[in-house]
Each structure stands twice: as C-alpha cells, then as structure tokens.
C-alpha cells in the first residue's frame, strides 16, 4: 500500500494562493492516478482534481480555472496550486492514489494521507 503525506495547508485570505503537496511512498506512483479530494465540517469528501500517470489532468467543475494539478515522478511527489481561493473552499484537503484511469469517487481510490486544513477567511 501507498503511503501519502500532504503539507502546504493554511489560512489565507479571499483571492489568495496556496500550494499543497503530497509525497507518495512505494513504487506504484509512476503507474497511478492522483487525485485531491477536500471534505467541509459536516459535508461529505468531494473530489477536486486528478492526475492521470498519462499525464492527463482534470477538474472538478468548482475548481476549473483556478486549481491546477501537476506530478513530479522523480519526486514521487503530485501538487495543487490553489489560486483565487475563496471562503467555500475552506476543507480539509486530501491526497490518495488510484490504479484506475480518470477516477472521481472516494471508493475508487486505495490509500490516503492524513489531510492538510486549508481556511479562507472572507
């Protein structure tokens, strides 16, 4: 199994940016999806990016244009910079792995990290 650690949350104001990073043990990385999930008090995970191992990326439609997902493969390491951040995207956010291609839902997904709180404040 994968083993992930996510850093770079924080508090940040409306309009502002953040990077979080998320560093994967184990040798599936090059052959994985990598997705970023966030999950608000009371509300359930939600899915917000992935990177496919093709290369391919994609976006939930609340995201688009303003996150963007990339992978460093030397560093086993898959990144989200996190531009124009507004108070709704206040969570909690996670990185897991998938072997599938372009997955979206939480049961497609194998292993996790631990989280990183990401507050916007208004």
């Known amino acids: 199994q994968v083993q992930l650690v996510e850093s770079g949350g924080g508090l940040v104001q409306t309009g502002g940016s953040l990077r979080l990073s998320c560093a994967a043990s184990g040798r599936t990385f090059r052959s994985s999806t990598m997705g970023w999930f966030r999950q608000a008090p009371g509300a359930e995970r939600e899915f917000v990016s992935g990177?496919?191992?093709?290369?391919?990326?994609y976006y939930a439609d609340s995201v688009k244009g303003r996150f963007a997902v990339s992978r460093d493969n030397a560093k086993n390491t898959v990144y989200l910079q996190m531009n124009n951040l507004k108070p709704e995207d206040t969570a909690v956010y996670y990185c897991?792995?998938?072997?599938?291609?372009?997955?979206?839902?939480?049961?497609?997904?194998?292993?996790w990290g631990q989280g990183t709180q990401v507050t916007v404040s208004s």
């Open positions: 897991a792995r998938s072997p599938h291609l372009n997955p979206r839902a939480t049961t497609n997904f194998d292993s």
């Open positions: 990177a496919m191992w093709t290369g391919a990326t």
